[in-house]
């Protein structure tokens, strides 16, 4: 990993959360949930804390419907 000044460190750390965000409206939890992670741990975005825990609700409330409603895509 390449050592970044803290601007470039806040920048980087915004751009993996704004990458989170688009993995989660194109509809790919798991690669949001990468992108947030790290945000967080590489960059310490604290936003980026928050929204693991958004997330990995989203996956549990998609695992539900998936198994009350197999087959269906919602």
Same mark, same amino acid.
């Given at each position: 990993?390449?050592?970044?000044?803290g601007?470039?460190r806040k920048?980087a750390?915004r751009?993996?959360?704004n990458?989170?965000?688009?993995?989660?409206v194109?509809?790919?939890?798991?690669?949001?949930?990468?992108?947030?992670?790290?945000?967080w741990?590489?960059?310490?975005n604290? +936003?980026?804390?928050n929204y693991?825990?958004?997330i990995k609700?989203?996956?549990?409330?998609?695992?539900?419907v998936?198994s009350?409603?197999?087959? +269906? +895509?919602?």
């Amino acid at each position: 990993m390449i050592a970044l000044s803290g601007d470039n460190r806040k920048a980087a750390g915004r751009a993996a959360f704004n990458m989170a965000v688009a993995s989660e409206v194109s509809g790919n939890l798991d690669l949001a949930l990468e992108w947030a992670t790290k945000s967080w741990n590489d960059y310490g975005n604290k +936003k980026a804390r928050n929204y693991i825990n958004i997330i990995k609700a989203r996956q549990n409330d998609a695992r539900k419907v998936d198994s009350q409603m197999p087959g +269906k +895509k919602v």
